[in-house]
């Protein structure tokens, strides 16, 4: 049983660029949250799906959206990247309808902004 | 937006001995409290979870302790082991899964 994947793994963007990540949560689970996580800190909340729609949504600006498919898979969109949008992209799925599923995260998107 | 404050920012301990890192939140509406590891290159994992309505849970080698009033918890890892050897976040939530907030993480490092 795969766990969450996400794609790609690393990727390097210059200023004003857009970019599209990507994140297919566990089997089973119907919710995926996505987080972004500087270097040396903690992962903060961009925004949650569920049912195709944003659920709940972080302190980030417009420029980040994202996206839920009738199979759960999400996308992350980010536009007009600024170089404090180097971070690492986690993606986490859970199970709405059981409140006991663990939050389980993927390994991640790095984005470099140069 | 960062209402979990983790101290410290690094630790290292013999094998063997016991680890402590601390919590403290300000929101009073979290009702869940979970700590997670994190190897390089990898995501956080769910290490081990508690409520506001116990003082203690433990699983293993690990313990949460957990002070209501003072709004504070805390992880012990006992008998550290060097694959401990990792990052560890606390983290609190309104509501399970939903808008997780993390402290900045400690940085483990259990020497041999």
């Known amino acids: 049983d795969a766990g969450v994947t996400q794609s790609p793994t690393h990727l390097i963007k210059t200023r004003g660029q857009q970019v599209t990540l990507r994140c297919s949560p566990k089997?089973?689970?119907?919710?995926v949250s996505w987080y972004q996580q500087a270097l040396g800190q903690g992962p903060q909340f961009i925004f949650q799906?569920?049912?195709?729609?944003?659920?709940q949504r972080g302190n980030f600006p417009d420029r980040f959206s994202g996206h839920q498919f009738p199979n759960y898979s999400s996308e992350l969109n980010v536009n007009a990247l600024l170089l404090g949008d180097s971070a690492l992209y986690l993606c986490?799925?859970?199970?709405?309808?059981?409140?006991?599923?663990?939050?389980?995260f993927g390994s991640g998107t790095q984005l470099s902004v140069l | 937006q960062q209402q979990v404050k983790q101290s410290p920012q690094s630790l290292i301990v013999q094998k063997g001995g016991i680890s402590i890192i601390n919590c403290a939140y300000e929101?009073?509406?979290?009702?869940?409290f979970p700590w997670y590891q994190q190897f390089p290159g990898k995501g956080p994992a769910l290490l081990i979870a508690i409520r506001p309505d116990v003082s203690e849970k433990k699983e293993g080698r690990f313990t949460i302790s957990f002070n209501k009033s003072a709004k504070q918890f805390s992880l012990h890892i006992m008998d550290s082991q060097p694959g401990d050897s990792a990052t560890y976040f606390c983290a609190a939530s309104l509501n399970d899964n939903n808008d997780m907030r993390f402290g900045a993480g400690t940085r483990l490092t259990v020497k041999p």
């Open positions: 986490a799925s859970s199970s709405l309808r059981s409140s006991n599923e663990k939050l389980f």
């Open positions: 799906y569920y049912e195709e729609e944003e659920r």
């Open positions: 929101n009073t509406a979290f009702d869940y």
């Open positions: 089997s089973g689970h119907d919710t």
